[in-house]
């Protein structure tokens, strides 16, 4: 090893020399200040003095001159690149596709549409719009339509009231009683059915009330059960008729003690056909989290209300395409029986694209 001894005003300084003379290889042995110069311990200088040392072996001065130009060459390659980088537009915002791709992609994002999602779709526009000259925004939205539509052609609800008893959950105020009503009503005019209701929501007297008052209006019987015991006597008591609807109470689907009771009051058989009410407003994270919570009950099929009452359906489309359950119905209004329609994958994605504004 060479061991050299510099005196320098500072590190940066010494390192510089060191560097020139003995190669990016060098190494510092020791550091420590000392005083230079002056007279009789007068006008001395404070420096550094700096024990640097080298392998033989590795030590090719000539080179290293050469290769210290190559690393300070390819440092700044580096810090080139790296600014680069940073001055592009991330791949998430839609700056570097065709003004058309882009248009679409920030309005399925305005729609709340996720990002699995989107980075599918977005591709397959990029490549639509390279194969296909002069595409226009008709065309463009045609071809999403149609790609939102057989991506959800899952969830199409094939056979509806399969069984005597239809019962209908979900969290509060979805629209249960109300959907419920609008589905009764449905049977009796178009089908000419012999319906009754039963309700387990006890929680409330104002929805005793409320059921009450749709039972009438359809002139059908109803039971309300306060307990398991209750809710037998009323399925023996309707034994007769051609369906029987079952309300139940709307609580907080963040208790899981909720789930617990309907298991309880509820015999979830081969008798029962069972809705989930999911309602088009709520958030994402809320909807998914609803339907973790119900997934410990044998759900059939899913009905979304509340379309008339936003703009915004990439929650409720996001939702259908990850979970396994088909949707039955939709409904778009407080009307009963007129705001309930049956679910297609083409109503939903007309909703999806309603607002987008043409050229
Ligand atoms: N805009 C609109 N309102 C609806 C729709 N469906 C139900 N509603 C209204 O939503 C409110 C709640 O409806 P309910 O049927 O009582 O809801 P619920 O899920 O039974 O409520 P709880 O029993 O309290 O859990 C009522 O004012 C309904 O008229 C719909 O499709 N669109
Ligand atoms: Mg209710």
Redesign the pocket.
């Known amino acids: 090893m060479k061991v050299k001894k510099y005196v320098a005003s500072s590190m940066p300084e010494a390192m510089k020399v060191i560097r020139a003379e003995l190669g990016p290889e060098a190494v510092i042995l020791k550091s420590r200040s000392v005083k230079v110069g002056g007279f009789l311990g007068a006008f001395t200088k404070k420096k550094l003095e700096v024990i640097a040392g080298v392998d033989d072996q590795v030590k090719k001065p000539k080179k290293y001159v050469k290769n210290h130009t190559n690393e300070e060459l390819m440092k700044q390659v580096n810090e080139l690149k790296q600014l680069i980088t940073t001055m592009q537009p991330s791949r998430n915002t839609s700056v570097e596709y065709p003004l058309l791709v882009q248009k679409a992609i920030s309005f399925l994002q305005h729609q709340e549409i996720e990002e699995r999602l989107l980075k599918e779709v977005r591709d397959k526009v990029m490549e639509l719009y390279y194969t296909t000259p002069s595409l226009g925004d008709k065309q463009l939205v045609e071809w999403l339509k149609n790609w939102f539509e057989e991506y959800l052609s899952h969830s199409e609800c094939s056979k509806v009231f399969q069984k005597k008893y239809i019962n209908v959950v979900?969290p509060?105020?979805?629209?249960?009683?109300?959907?419920l009503a609008k589905l009764a009503a449905s049977c009796i005019l178009e089908q000419n059915q012999r319906v009754a209701f039963i309700t387990t929501?006890t929680y409330r007297i104002s929805?005793i009330d409320?059921l009450k008052t749709y039972a009438s209006i359809l002139n059908v019987p109803v039971e309300v059960c306060y307990n398991s015991e209750d809710f037998q006597q009323a399925l023996q008591r309707f034994n007769e008729y051609d369906i029987v609807f079952i309300d139940t109470?709307?609580r907080n689907f963040l208790d899981s003690q909720y789930i617990h009771d309907l298991h309880n009051m509820l015999s979830f058989n081969e008798y029962m056909e069972t809705f989930l009410?999911l309602t088009a407003t709520a958030k994402m994270a809320d909807l998914r989290e609803v339907y973790k919570q119900f997934s410990n009950i044998p759900i059939d099929s899913i009905i979304l209300?509340?379309l008339?009452?936003t703009t915004t359906f990439g929650p409720i489309i996001n939702l259908l395409t990850e979970c396994q359950l088909p949707a039955a119905f939709i409904?778009?209004?407080?009307d009963v029986p007129d705001?309930l329609e049956k679910y297609t994958t083409k109503k939903i994605v007309d909703y999806l694209f309603g607002d987008w504004k043409y050229e």
């Open positions: 979900g509060t105020g979805v629209g249960k009683t109300t959907t929501d929805a409320q109470a709307g009410v209300t509340k008339d009452e409904t778009i209004g407080q705001d």
